[in-house]
């Protein structure tokens, strides 16, 4: 990721960004007992924003003030949003 001719960065902001994730999984590992129950709450409360987004989405549906397509069209960002959010706070179903 260095330009051969004088070693400088060529992408140095993606390069600091993966540092930044680095940083940030090594502080999880490191202080687990800590950021835990705090992670597991973030996580949760996300996962309940997204749920009641959906709940109001359905409600909007059904009283005609949203289009079928536009329904579809949300439900499946929900539905990425809801996996995305699973998958990174490690709450995913068996």
Known sequence: MTAPDDGRLLHPMLTEDYRGRLRATAR???????????????FTAALAAVAAGRSRLIQLHRTGRIHDSTL???????????LHLKRLGGLNEP
């Open 28 to 42: 999880l590992r490191d202080d687990a007992q800590t950021f835990g129950p705090r992670r597991r709450d973030h």
């Open 72 to 82: 579809q069209a949300l439900e499946a960002e929900l539905d990425l949003d809801e």
